[in-house]
């Protein structure tokens, strides 16, 4: 029988007239994953701050483990038993630190440590820490030189080291590999074991299937639906979080004009097997893979950023070769970069001033910035992909991670161009936001080749003409986006089976 370990009830937020929160009460059981989800802006992450101690409620009470809980404080709520695991990776772990120190760093001024750091002591620690975990890194190892998916099991670690009463895990498996995301999901059914409510904040359809005890849905401040029982009703959950009815997203496959990018026996590394690729003009190819598959590679040797080992690639019938991302920009080819946080966002820019950054030469006279020109340029962005903001001048980090998404997308949809790469578009956002950037992506398609990589299935069906999976840094597999077989495709994926066809 669940046993309530946290009581929130009638919590209310607002700032200034904008009322965040209205009388939210929820209950979340010991040993039990209760999946949350909303909209941007339904107040997902103003209740996580409030039981994060960054943010104070205006109203109403929370109680832990049947005392009253009101931390003033990230470092009292972590005491009184709830640790946060932040979406952003740069939130959860500090780069210039080996691993060891991120592991430990929340226990450096215990009395224990002393004034002298005592570093094999340190790293003795940290050590039981990352075998708990089951992390196989070297702790005397830099962050810095480690991946994404990397930072993020050393982030969700140090948070399991404080045995927290409630965790709340934001986004985790974002940047995760599915084998990753499985010992993650590992990890959560242990601490279900030892009694840990676990607060899951995700829309991955995956993620949801795997680990949820309970799905809850925020809309406008409130709980707007929660469902529960041996057979979760995520479509439900999806209906009341939106306040309409969930539809199948209609794809109207798209037929190639002609060929802008044509890859021939291509080999992104000297071990993988070459492979061909074609994509042509009103397009859009979704490049479907785990993490390590090869797709992002895939993306940067299209953009520059890296040097294939083998094969051609012609852009509308010219050999394309770039030795950086500005000579592909200036070939007309762009990308939005997964990860925004480290590879998209100015954080000390306005969105005007993040969406016109690639392009202010095309916005200048004389070396001088058109000002009007650019927050023309923004106000048009902002109103087409329906960007949640006061103005153009906004500072980007004001935003939610779905609007700072469509101001990257923006970015690159503000130019034409011959190919457009999109890395892990949806990544963090919503499904409404998803849909409004693929609605979008797919209006603008017509004059230009549109390649999306994306890791999820569900996300390549809402948006692809036709989906290529990619496995060992080939292309395995392609399936035109009608009546598709979905296991088909998931073999593929897993690399259990190679379908290649003529859509490839």
Known sequence: MAHTLCKIRDITKAFGENQVLRRLSLNLEKGTVTVLMGANGAGKSTLVKILSGVYQRDSGSIELNGNIFTPSTPAEAIKGGVVTVHQSINDGVIADLDVASNLMIDRLAESQYGFMLKRDHLFKEAQKIADKMDLKIDVRRPV??????????????????????LMILDEPTSSLSASEAERLFQLIETLKERGVAILYISHRMSDIRRIADTIVSMRDGEISGVFEGENLDYEGAVNAMLGHTMTDVDINVQASKGNIVEIKALKVTEASKPFDLSVGANEVVAISGLLGSGKTALAQILFGMLQAFDGDVKLCGERYAPQSPSQAIQSGVF?????????????????????????????????????????????????????????????INTLSGGNQQKVMLARWLAQDCRLLLLDEPFQGVDIKSRRDIGRKVRQTATQRATIVFVAELDEALEIADRIVVMHDASIVAGFKNENVDINQILAAVTGSQSVLSESA
């Open 144 to 165: 810095s030189e480690l991946g994404v998916a990397d930072r993020q099991l050393i982030a969700i670690a140090r948070a399991m080291s404080h045995e927290p009463s």
């Open 335 to 395: 990308m939005s970069s997964k990860d925004r946080a480290s590879n998209s966002v100015i954080a000390d820019f306005d969105i005007a001033g993040n969406m016109s950054v690639p392009f202010l030469k095309s916005i200048s006279v004389m070396h001088f910035l058109q000002r009007g020109k650019e927050r023309q340029q923004s106000r048009d962005a902002i109103n087409a992909l329906d960007i949640v903001c006061q103005s153009e001048s906004d500072g």
